[in-house]
C-alpha cells in the first residue's frame, strides 16, 4: 500500500512543482489566446476525411492533474472541419465553440489520436453517432470530478470505434467514468475487463488498456502492448505510440513528456 501510495503522490508533487516552479501565464482565462495551433491543414486543402482527438492541459491549478480533450471530423471534400468539446457552462455538447485546432485557453494541444482517409470515413458516422445520441446532454450534466465531463465525452466516443484501439492518457480525468451505467464487464476493444465504483475507484485490464488503476482520478497503469508507464498528473513514459496501419495513426498522449 505505501509503494502504491507513493507510486501516486510523488507524480502529482512533480506535476504540482512543475506548476509552481514554471508558473502558469494563463492565469486570466478570459483573454488567454484561443487561436489555431497549426496542427491541421486548411479544410479546403485536405480533401480527405479527417479524425482528430485533441488534448491541452486545463486551466491553473487543474492543469496539474488534468487535460482537457475534444474530438475534430471533416467527412472527404468538406469545406469545414466540426469539433465537438464536452463543457461545463451553457450547453454541455459544444459544436464548434473554438478553433478546431485551437490553444486551450493558451495551452498548446497534442494529437492523442489521428486517422485519415478511407478508414477516417468510415468511422465518422459512427462518432457522430454517440455524439448525437449522448445521454449526459442536458444542462447541469457536466461534473468536474469524477464525471462526465470534457474526457468521459470523448473515451465514449472512441469507445464507439473499438477498431482505433485508442485509450486517452492517464492524465484525461473522467475518462474512467462508467458513462454505460455499468460498473463492470468487457472492456470497449473487447481484449480486457473493467470495474468502476462509479468513477471514484476502479480498474481495466487489458491488451489494448493495458494495466489501469483508477483511485479517486489518479491513474497509475502500465502498457503492455507499447510499453510505458501512466503516471498519474504527469502522463505516460516509454515507447511512443506511432503510425499504425489502416491507415490511422494513433499519436502521442498529450502531457506524455
Not at 472541419?81 to 459544444?94: F, L, M
Not at 470515413?121 to 465531463?149: Q, T
Request: with cysteine.
Amino acid at each position: 500500500m505505501l509503494i502504491f501510495l507513493f507510486l501516486v503522490i510523488a507524480p502529482l508533487t512533480a506535476s504540482a512543482a512543475r506548476y509552481f516552479w514554471l508558473g502558469d501565464d494563463r492565469q486570466n482565462w478570459q483573454t488567454a489566446d484561443r487561436s489555431s495551433a497549426g496542427l491541421l491543414a486548411a479544410a479546403a486543402d485536405h480533401r480527405e476525411a479527417v479524425i482528430r482527438v485533441f488534448g491541452a492541459r486545463t486551466v491553473r491549478w487543474r492543469s496539474i492533474f488534468a487535460i482537457h480533450t475534444w474530438i475534430v471530423v471533416k467527412e472527404k471534400d468538406a469545406a469545414t472541419y466540426t469539433r465537438y468539446d464536452y463543457t461545463a457552462w451553457g450547453e454541455p455538447i459544444r459544436t464548434n465553440g473554438f478553433a478546431p485546432d485551437g490553444r486551450w485557453f493558451g495551452a498548446v494541444p497534442e494529437t492523442i489520436v489521428a486517422v485519415d482517409g478511407e478508414r477516417a470515413a468510415a468511422l465518422i458516422p459512427k462518432i457522430r453517432y454517440v455524439i448525437e445520441n449522448y445521454k449526459f446532454r442536458s444542462y447541469g450534466d457536466y461534473s468536474v470530478w469524477p464525471g462526465p465531463n470534457s474526457n468521459t465525452f470523448v473515451q465514449a466516443a472512441l469507445d464507439s470505434v473499438p477498431e482505433l484501439r485508442a485509450v486517452l492518457p492517464p492524465t484525461a480525468i473522467g475518462k474512467d467514468f462508467p458513462y454505460t451505467g455499468k460498473w463492470f464487464g468487457l472492456t470497449a476493444s473487447g481484449t480486457g475487463i473493467y470495474a468502476s465504483l462509479a468513477g471514484y475507484i476502479g480498474f481495466s485490464l487489458g491488451w489494448v488498456e493495458g494495466l489501469e488503476i483508477n483511485f479517486f482520478g489518479a491513474v497509475l497503469g502500465l502498457d503492455i502492448r507499447r510499453p510505458a508507464l501512466k503516471l498519474p498528473g504527469l502522463g505516460r513514459f516509454g515507447v511512443t505510440p506511432g503510425l499504425c496501419r489502416q491507415g490511422f495513426q494513433v499519436g502521442p498522449s498529450a502531457g506524455s513528456r
